[in-house]
DNA sequence: AGTATCTTTCCTGTTT
DNA sequence: GAAACAGGAAAGATAC
């Protein structure tokens, strides 16, 4: 290890503890590396050596403790997408960039030869005020709060702010430092985390994956090196207070997002089957992280609803890739799969909260969203437009909730590495049963196949289906007054409720909606978008997507009628907003979140005005 | 165990 | 007349 490094105990954004240096530093692959970053940083291949001013005073210089630099919450961000620009092609031009925290100031710096190399840094630049000059690769990077919205709500940064005495001058240099620090973009380890299990990851994948977290969330990187020494079996056995410790206000975050990549991960390790690898019916081909352009808050998306099979009348809906592409780079140690499905154009959600807890994903989700916008507040809960970008991180949501019934409850006979996926045993289960069952044998994909057997007419699928632990299958919802209501009762007279434990978490109805209307095998043909701008969508196939929803809930009794019952209730939580006069026309309310597409309907602009696609109004 | 929330089911009546 | 909408009521499932 070296001896100096001026990094101790954290790493993230290289400042927070850095800054308690006054030296400065030289971090990176640049021809002024003072010192080999992997070492600190195995993962940090694309760390980017600057030279910043750090408005700060030097009360508190000594490394002990101090922590003197009140941007450090921010600065990962703003030198991550300053160091993406690079990236982009346009190294040598003047960026113009706008965030809500910090102004930072480029400038040349020849005492700093920073080298960043390669890897495709698709990020979003809309956050920093930048003025880069000259050489791509050498900065003096002052860093200035803004006024701060972000750094109020930064306990560090307001621990600090006595000691700071920022000016929020540019000028104010007699109040700076220059270091050098390392800065990670946003997907600095080329995503080796998605790559492992969690139970793998070493300490590099533990920050990567924070940093892809805290990128995608909006949250402010200064806490990681609490994260430092912990590994991905370790933050398994961490439940949420132990996030919440590491991470003040924001540790839930981190422990849903973690959680729901755990779940993802589970459902797709399992579901070898109904993956269709040569057509991304997962999207799996992408990573979740945010090396994709234009995609930056987009989080581990694994498209859990893609798992859906399509209803039989969908069969017209092949499951042609749009990329074509073997899913190998998400392959996870054990075969199984990870990753988002956005080059579809499908934003997944990725509703945080593992715990189901609607609050916890909405707020998660609307910060990530703000992040994305040129707005305030990103810890605002407003859904914002923005049109064409506004893929936010998504939640985790609905995806966590996401389980192919038609698998489950069936003992696994593989022990999982993962004790504490807990919460997460049924999907295994589900998982494990689908395998030993189908994946090496037949798989089905057939969408017949699936419905029916998701109908409960499958036994082997159904064996241990709903039931009252008689055989019978009781009936869920208000029960008849009239008593011969048949046919729905025909199928549940003898049926049982479908709604079991092992629903839990199934997802909620609006996620389910929303999601499909990020996903080209259901959009537009099953649900489309009518003005993606206000959030207005229409059902196409009612029925369809009733079945489709009862596929999903193991509930074949379900019907149009029903779900738009369900539907209707999300007008009182402003989830969704009804459409007066147009019939099967729904609204997205302010209480929904990540709805918002940037491809509406899958146009193709080559087919512009030759298919049902270009219908969007706007 | 109690409560809240979400969903399902059934229902009556209304609108398109 | 059919389909969809609106919303009350009741009950199941789940989370807290």
Known sequence: MPSASPFEGGLICGINKSAESSSSVVIGGGAGAAWDCDEYFP????????????????????????????MAPHLGHQLANNASNHHEGQPQQQQQQQQHHLAVD?????SVVGQHHHHHHHLHTHHVQQQQQQQPNDFMVHLLPLGGVGDQTNPATNNNNNNNNNSNSMNNNSATSHKTIPVFSSSFSNGAWEKKLPADWDESDTIDWLFTVANKLGIPCEYFASFGHLRGSNLLEMNKDDFQSKYPNHGHKFYEAFRQLVHQIQLQQHSPAIIDTSTDLLGLQN??????????????????????PPPPSMEQNNYTAANG???????????????????????????????????????????????????HQQQQQQQHHHSGNSKSLGGYGASDAIQ????????????????????????????????????????SSDPEEMMAASDGISPPMMANGPH???????????????????????SSSSSSSRRRKQDRGYGKLWEFIRDLLHDPKYCPSMVRW?????????????????????????????????????????????????????????????????????????????????DVRHSVRT
């Open 468 to 490: 009252n632990g008689t055989g019978l299958l009781k009936r869920v919802g208000r029960p008849s007054t009239s008593g011969n209501k048949a046919s729905s009762s025909s």
């Open 404 to 443: 192919l019934t038609n698998f489950q409850q069936h003992h696994h006979h593989h022990q999982h590495q993962h004790e504490s996926y807990d919460s997460y045993s049924l999907d295994m289960m589900a998982a494990d049963h689908y395998s030993e069952n189908y994946s090496n044998s037949t798989p």
């Open 530 to 610: 009518e003005d993606v701008n206000d959030g207005v969508f229409r059902i196409v196939q009612s029925e369809k997507l009733a079945n489709l929803w009862g596929t999903i809930k193991n509930n074949p009794r379900m019907t149009y009628e029903k779900l738009s019952r369900a539907m209707r209730y999300y007008y009182k939580s402003k989830v969704f907003l009804p459409v007066l006069g147009r019939r099967l026309v729904y609204k997205f309310g302010p209480h929904a979140v990540l709805w918002k597409p940037d491809n509406p309907n899958f146009e193709h602009p080559t087919m512009e005005g030759d």
């Open 325 to 375: 592409q073997p899913p190998e780079n998400r392959l996870m140690a054990n075969g199984g799969y990870c990753g988002p499905a956005h080059e579809r154009g499908h934003y997944t959600n990725n509703n945080s909260a593992m715990d189901s807890s609607s609050s916890s994903y909405i707020y998660l989700n609307a910060s990530a969203n703000l992040h994305h916008h040129s707005h």
């Open 106 to 110: 480029v400038s040349p710096d020849a």
């Open 43 to 70: 993962m940090c291949d694309d760390l980017f050596t600057y030279t910043v001013s750090v408005v700060h005073n030097n009360n508190n210089n000594n490394g002990s403790g101090g922590n003197n630099n009140s």
């Open 287 to 308: 990573t979740p992280a945010v090396h994709h352009h234009h995609q930056v808050h987009q989080t581990n998306n694994v498209d859990c609803w893609s798992m859906l």
